[in-house]
């Protein structure tokens, strides 16, 4: 067995684990970004545990074919495979913001990174859905507002005692 073959092997079966693990895939190309930026946004997904995987289209092809996964959109340039474990928001939300923030001021074909696609709820879906998924505020934001939903009516209460309460006292 040749080498290249070895290596080729052994980075299926990394991408599988990587597959197995993750519960939403995102693909970008970063054709064009900088090395400074590619830096910059590693360490954002790798600050809240995401991970990033540079990889060729042939060997993510055979992967997705092997675990089931048919029919695998066609995807333009380098790419760049983003792994979210836990909260399927997250990743996708992360990118946007990164592009937003980082890229803000260039024109798209100067930015570098475009959101090609990914793998949600193991099918493929595009580009617009991975945005609609960015959308979604993030866990604790969304606990937050139930609570605050949550407690409205008690507070609404409160308030409309205490009006009483002051109407009484300015009658008397």
Known sequence: MSVAKIKKESIISELKTFLDNASILVFVNFHGLSVAKE???????????????????????????????KDMPKLEGEVGVIAGIEDVSEPPRLITKFMREELRGLPPAKQGLKILGGVYESAFVDDLMIKKLAAIPSREALLTELAFILTQPVASFARVLDA????KVEQK
């Open 39 to 69: 830096r910059k946004l590693r360490s954002v997904l790798r600050a809240s545990g995401i991970k990033y995987k540079v990889v060729k289209k042939t060997l993510l092809r055979r992967v997705f074919e092997s675990v089931g996964l």
């Open 164 to 167: 009483v309460m002051k109407s």
